[in-house]
């Protein structure tokens, strides 16, 4: 293994390289990747590990030997899940930065700094995990929310106790031995108040470890403790700020007072919550533990920041863009705006940022209209809710969104999308989506008269200029040549939004050129990024197709291949065993399973002369971190598509605009994946699928999925693979 001294010389190497180059933040963003080589947990044989890990546990004296054999097979696919999920960031700036804070914290400790694999992890949930492994994974989320080094320092020596304490071992193997115990007579509740007493100890003994090693370092003290105030209040925003509705007018467009909520509510204080059913002691508790060991201590000459209060600004403001774009992929579009929002307060010219708000206004755009949706199974199972329902300034844009008819909200999102795509002109997303907007304010039967105050007839009869007289207005340039003396006239038409778009229709012949002049004039968008091509629909117009069932077969809802496909970007086909006894996954037999699959469906294609081009982390070298960039795409592409509502063909996904890089990297824009589930023990179940995703479409234009009662044979399962290939070349 590398020592402290060269991990540090590499560090500095790929620093300065140029490798870590920082981006120009005021300018605009690029997501995070990773970089460089890939670890080994990325490559090596999972199931060569756990043999490896229960060899050497059957050689100690231990005697709970059988339940660790159980965790150790859980905990390193748990760990494989993790790494391989697209979510894992590999020697990226934000890794790079938390691994530096680990060399500071176990500067006098190197085999214990050996011992630890830190990443950084593409989630916005504010959280930090912890295993025996030595595998250490931060949250964005809680990156975004930290307020200096320190802070963050002690969060990490607080991970670093649970490696050394073993707690996660420690805490499966009491809470097997709390579920097996079938004589006590202690009922649910019961077993599981015993085992969240037994989480809030280790977590204590963790608060109390990590100060320990925290104290080793010359970090502030006092930052430990505010270290659970980051915590308490991770539920709000990384920062409070006002939400000031003038962000959205210009000279010409005023939104009305009442929209804008004056008064927001107070933030809850629930640091002294029950937590008699919680894994964690409540955060009053963990304070009062952490200043007791601190008044005792001399605090004077500590600092906030070792490694540079510059780094660190950094790093949060990576993770704070970050947001922006994990938001969109929850299709939280609240959040996301309101992040960018408070991003743009001390970066007003970031073109990213723009394209975030952008892409929520048009979003919410659609969501008024009902063409974005949401049920019991999206990340925000309730759809975008009332304002009263959040706390503090963020209630402010929960208030507008609610408060502002939709047509209003369309109106506003052009004028907003329109003069951000004039000011960065080059941005294709900035593009397509104005151009959209302009489809959307079509379909809702708007044309240029629709923001002009006079009636038309006796505007045409009006004398605007000397010896000049207003032509008879036959058409959208006419229309327009008459707007600003139509102003003068004496009208009574108060609308606040007539003139939101006065000085485009006079003087930006791009705009005038795409506006509709009325609402019986056809307009096409142009096209670009999927964006221009949406057209609002309700309904799915394909074909079921007519699949013969197999015997005991049952067919899903399925939908007929109506193009001729040869190419195609085949994502990992997965295969899960569920052993019905355990009731739970079973890991080896699946990934034996899934490895067979995976040469099987390789095997026919080739016998079909189909092309596939493999994204799958389980068959990755260590050069292959494009590839890991490259499935973290299409996996956050395909969970923003599937949120919850699989009949959301055509709409937009907002959350990256690298897919079509994709599209152009690997020769084709269809999507391959298949997958099987099948029950083990008691009836047998099986259940088939296979499905094709158009990109550029963002249509699914082929799935076939069926049930099964029987088991997973060779047979079953060759020729439903046999089958999608042949109905994928040649067509139904």
């Known amino acids: 293994m590398q020592s402290i001294s060269s991990r540090a010389f590499i560090s500095a190497m790929m620093v300065a390289s140029g490798l ?7 300018e605009n963003y690029v997501p995070l990747k990773s970089q460089g080589t890939l670890p080994e947990v990325f490559t090596q044989d999972i199931k060569k590990v756990v043999k490896q ?3 050497d546990l059957n050689k ?19 760990i494989e899940k993790i790494v391989k999920s697209g979510n894992t960031l590999i020697n990226d700036e934000v890794s790079l930065y938390l691994n530096r804070l680990a060399d500071v914290l176990l500067k ?19 959280n930090a995990y912890s295993y025996d492994k030595g595998y250490i994974f931060i949250d964005l989320g809680l990156i975004a929310q930290a307020e200096t080094e320190a802070q963050l320092a002690y969060i990490l020596s607080h991970e670093i106790s649970h490696y050394t304490k073993k707690h996660n071992i420690q805490g499966y193997v009491k809470n097997e031995k709390i579920d097996r115990d079938h004589y006590s007579g202690k009922s649910y509740d019961d077993k599981l108040l015993e085992k969240c007493q037994y989480s809030k100890e280790f977590e204590s003994e963790a608060d109390l470890e990590g100060f320990k090693l925290f104290e080793l370092s010359n970090y502030n003290f006092t930052q430990a403790e505010k270290a659970f105030d980051v915590l308490q209040y991770a539920h709000l925003p ?17 939104i009305p007072d009442a929209y804008q909520l004056k008064e927001v509510s107070s933030i809850k204080n629930n640091a002294n919550e029950d937590d008699s059913k919680s894994t964690h002691p409540n955060t009053a508790k963990r304070k009062v533990a952490i200043g007791e060991l601190i008044k005792n201590r001399n605090n004077s000459g500590r600092v906030d920041y070792i490694l540079s209060e510059k780094d660190f600004m950094y790093v949060r403001d990576l993770a704070r863009f970050e947001m922006c774009r994990l938001y969109l992929k929850n299709r939280d579009y609240p959040n996301a705006f309101y992040a960018a929002y408070i991003l743009e307060q001390k970066y007003p010219n970031n073109q990213y940022l723009a394209e975030v708000i952008s892409k929520c206004l048009y979003a919410i755009s ?47 999102s052009l004028n907003y999308i329109y003069r951000s795509h004039k000011k960065f002109p080059n941005s294709v997303p900035l593009n397509a989506m104005a151009d959209s907007m302009f489809t959307l304010i079509k379909n809702v039967s708007w044309g240029i008269s629709d923001f002009v105050r006079t009636d038309q007839k006796k505007a045409a009869e009006t004398v605007v200029k000397k010896d000049t007289v207003v032509k008879e207005i036959k058409s959208k340039t006419d229309m327009i040549a008459n707007i600003q003396q139509e102003r003068i006239n004496n009208n009574h038409d108060t609308a606040y939004y007539k003139d939101i778009y006065l000085d485009l229709f006079m003087n930006d012949k791009e705009f005038v050129s795409k506006f509709p002049a009325a609402s019986n004039v056809e307009f096409t968008p142009s096209s670009g990024s999927g964006f221009g091509d949406y057209k609002p629909s309700r309904n799915n117009d394909y074909v079921k197709t007519e699949v013969k069932r197999k015997k005991k077969g049952k067919k899903g809802d399925n939908i007929e291949n109506n193009v001729k496909i040869e190419k195609v970007i085949l994502l990992e086909p997965f295969y899960i065993q569920i052993d019905r006894a355990a009731d739970k996954i079973d890991n080896l037999s699946s990934d034996q399973k899934q490895e067979k699959l995976i040469e099987t469906v390789k095997t026919i294609a080739e016998k079909e002369n189909f092309q596939t081009v493999a994204l799958d982390p389980g068959l990755l070298t260590s050069g292959d971190v494009d590839k890991v960039n490259d499935y973290s795409v299409l996996n956050d592409w395909f969970f923003e598509k599937f949120d919850g509502d699989r009949n959301s063909d055509g709409v937009p996904i907002f959350n990256t605009d690298q897919v ?16 099987i589930i099948s029950l083990k023990g008691g009836r047998k179940r099986t259940w088939f699928y296979s499905g094709i995703i158009d990109l550029k479409t963002n249509k699914e234009v082929f799935k076939l ?16 693979i046999y089958q999608t290939f042949f109905e994928l070349k040649h067509g139904k």
């Open 366 to 412: 659609l969501y008024d209209k009902g063409d974005v949706r949401y049920n019991k199974d999206s990340h925000l199972s309730d759809g975008i809710v009332g304002h009263s329902e959040i706390e503090s300034y963020p209630q402010q844009i929960y208030f507008l969104i609610n408060k502002m008819p939709a047509n209003e909200w369309t109106i506003m």
């Open 20 to 26: 870590f180059a920082q981006q120009n933040l005021s």
């Open 60 to 78: 100690s004296k231990d005697n709970d030997k059988n339940l660790k054999s159980t965790y150790f097979t859980e905990a390193n696919y748990e």
């Open 53 to 55: 890990d229960i060899t």
């Open 705 to 720: 999925y069926e049930v099964f009662r029987e088991k997973d044979t060779r047979d079953l399962i060759n020729s439903k």
């Open 660 to 675: 079509e890089n994709l599209v152009k990297k690997y020769g084709t824009s269809y999507v391959l994946k298949i997958g």
């Open 108 to 126: 006098n400790n190197p085999t214990l700094r050996n011992e630890l694999h830190i990443y950084a992890l593409k989630s916005s949930v504010v």
């Open 238 to 254: 990384f920062e409070l700020v006002e939400f000031k509705k003038s962000f959205l007018e210009t000279d010409y467009f005023k």
